[in-house]
């Protein structure tokens, strides 16, 4: 059962949009665009994800905050670079989740996991690892980037592979001998939960079609447009309702917020953040009938993100203009 959190805090380390003069508000603050008099060193945008997801609870009448960083961009260094002028240290994540085996959310994997410099775990789907390609309507095709799992291991990454529903936050895997830190011990401390495979029910979410899996060498591709891997983050935050973060939302934005309010019970939805991916004409049709849905679910707050795609977000404004929020890199969403 999911438990609730009194605070969540969600930074956007890559995404494809920076905006330097939006504004702060009640629910969003920017990064500043001047420091000491000096304009201050602007963030990367890329075509690509990463957030930094930050919770506080209270649990035996103890206060903690804990932070967990949801996929790493689709370059390098994108994250690290933009990590570096935000100052935020890396190095405090507890657990690294990946919404799924794209390049564009696993790239900087490897940047991070040598900032980091310790042991930790990643949770993923093991569809994650597959051998992947686009192939277009007009024959060209390309091979996508994979997860290079003897490679993460060698940088201290600690595979997980889970298909099903997950929970952070995660035990610890060994006890240090001074450690009083018994919360992280406790298996009944559930406060974020990794949705795992979402089942595909809605008749307008197509997935991937572009996607293709490798059979026994590249000159057999087998279609795979469901992308089984996807997966969300969903929080319950006290006295509000669900907040749910997604990487790309190949499974479907509707499935995954359904999904999300089918296994923990909650149907009160207060804010949907990250990407829906609407982005492409092969999913003109399916804007429309998301938007109907959505209306229906009444969420506070929406976040469209990364590959929503402009046509789908000037969309959303237009059907829910109070409740829409702009992203840009180093934007922080402050749910309490």
Not at 321 to 333: C, D, E, H, N, R
Request: net charge positive; charged share 25%; aromatic share 8%.
């Amino acid at each position: 059962m999911l438990q609730m959190v009194e605070e969540v805090y969600i930074t956007i380390l890559v995404d494809n949009i920076t905006d330097r003069l939006l504004p702060s508000l009640s629910l969003v603050k920017r990064p500043p665009l001047i420091s000491n008099k000096r304009f201050n060193k602007p963030p990367i945008a890329e075509h690509g994800f990463s957030a930094l997801v930050e919770i506080s609870y209270t649990n035996k009448d103890e206060k903690f905050k804990q932070k967990f960083l949801f996929d790493t961009g689709v370059s390098k260094n994108g994250i690290i670079y933009n990590s570096n002028i935000f100052n935020i240290d890396l190095k405090d994540i507890e657990t690294i989740v990946l919404s799924h085996g794209h390049f564009d959310h696993i790239s900087g994997l490897i940047s991070v996991l040598n900032k980091i410099n310790r042991s930790i775990e990643i949770i993923a789907h093991s569809d994650a690892f597959l051998k992947r390609w686009i192939v277009f309507s007009d024959g060209r095709k390309a091979r996508m980037d994979i997860l290079n799992e003897e490679n993460i291991k060698k940088f201290g990454g600690i595979i997980v592979k889970n298909n099903n529903i997950n929970y952070l936050p995660r035990p610890k895997l060994k006890l240090a001998k001074n450690s009083t830190d018994k919360n992280r011990f406790d298996k009944k401390n559930k406060r974020v939960l990794v949705t795992g495979q979402i089942p595909r029910i809605t008749n307008f979410e197509k997935g991937f079609p572009l996607q293709y899996k490798e059979g026994k060498d590249e000159n057999h591709l087998i279609a795979d447009p469901f992308v089984n891997d996807d997966q969300a983050l969903v929080m319950l935050l006290k006295n509000k309702g669900l907040v749910i973060l997604t990487g790309c939302g190949h499974a479907g934005i509707i499935n995954t917020i359904n999904y999300a309010r089918k296994v923990t019970g909650i149907n009160k939805v207060y804010a949907i953040i990250g990407g829906f991916h609407l982005s492409g004409e092969e999913y003109n049709d399916s804007i429309p009938l998301t938007i109907t849905e959505l209306l229906k679910i009444d969420s506070q707050y929406i976040i469209p993100c990364h590959c929503t795609g402009w046509k789908a977000c000037n969309e959303i404004i237009r059907a829910m203009p109070q409740k829409y929020l702009q992203t840009s890199v180093g934007s922080i969403f402050s749910f309490n």
